[in-house]
């Protein structure tokens, strides 16, 4: 398994392109479930886990990696399935996520595929809202399904949602209420976790679930206004992960259009690390910033208001 992520510094190239890397896996039985390549840090066998007293009923016990401890949450289970049984054949994904590392265990581990984020499509409609699916994909003929892995974390260790009373006080003599700040994400509880924060400083905010959605809601908002649309919506918050066309794409599209690359553009995802910063100049984003805190998201929506 440590082969199978070895190459993983090496695929950087395909981002940007529209393109990601899915590591597939299994929970029970032959269902395919993926997750990007760039959420995990590595691939090992389920060690022997220590219990936590009093945790989450989803998390299994902590790892000790290299002499760091992580928490173990089993996926199955916390999706409303069965608790992963043999441990003694059971994987564990070490990822790195909303600036926390984390193991999700699974049942096995399959391979790497290399798909168009166009080929990643929303849930089907009639899912309902108590799905933990961000997207579906297929591969070799199979339906590939993609978890929303911040339901899960958001359920098992909710954040802090509380904007400061300090931020909030920088925004009191500011009147916001000719502006729209669009947010794009294909994470419910990541839109309504920006839009509740945004809204304690009186922020009009527009959300829509994917970068294709985003980018034909900013061509239509131009189109409308006959121009440039920066005067009246002067900020993008866009998730990197989306259906149909990902955060970096959607950067890249708008900065190429006259009427829209005067927005300003904050990448908001659970990815983290240099990686990210890296791709923001790339493309020509104006901000980063990892998943979630909201005063620090707050801040930098006032600053670039104001610019």
């Not at 909710?158 to 300090?166: A, C, G, I, K, L």
């Amino acid at each position: 398994m440590t082969s199978l992520m070895n190459s993983v510094d090496q695929r950087t190239n395909i981002v940007g392109q529209n393109r990601l890397e899915l590591l597939m896996f299994r929970l029970h039985g032959p269902q395919p479930y993926g997750i990007n390549v760039f959420k995990v840090r590595e691939v090992i066998r389920c060690p022997e886990l220590s219990e936590l007293p009093g945790a989450n009923p989803n998390v299994r016990g902590i790892a000790h990696l290299r002499g760091v401890p992580v928490t173990v949450i089993d996926l199955s289970q916390a999706t409303g399935g069965k608790p992963v049984s043999d441990l003694s054949s059971a994987f564990i994904l070490v990822t790195e996520y909303n600036r926390n590392t984390q193991g999700f265990l699974v049942g096995g581990v399959d391979r790497i595929v290399n798909v168009n984020w166009e080929q990643i499509l929303p849930p089907p409609h009639g899912a309902g809202r108590t799905h933990y699916l961000t997207a579906v994909t297929e591969v070799d003929k199979k339906l590939v399904q993609i978890i929303d892995v911040e339901k899960v974390f958001s359920e098992i260790s909710p954040v802090d949602e509380t904007v400061s009373e300090s931020v909030k006080d920088k925004a009191k003599d500011v009147d916001f209420k000719d502006y729209t700040v669009l947010v794009a994400d294909d994470s419910a509880v990541a839109r309504n976790q920006v839009k509740r924060a945004l809204a304690t400083i009186g922020i009009n905010v527009e959300t829509v679930n994917d970068g294709r959605l985003a980018l034909n809601w900013l061509e239509a908002k131009a189109q409308e206004l006959g121009g440039d649309i920066s005067a009246k919506v002067p900020l993008i918050i866009s998730d990197i992960e989306m259906p149909e066309m990902d955060g970096y794409t959607l950067t890249a599209e708008v900065k190429a259009n006259e009427h829209l690359r005067n927005v300003h553009i904050i990448l908001h995802s659970s990815l983290s690390g240099v990686f990210n910063e890296a791709m923001v100049k790339k493309v020509g984003a104006d901000q980063f910033i990892a998943k979630f805190h909201p005063d620090e998201l707050v801040s930098a929506v006032q600053q670039w208001m104001n610019s």
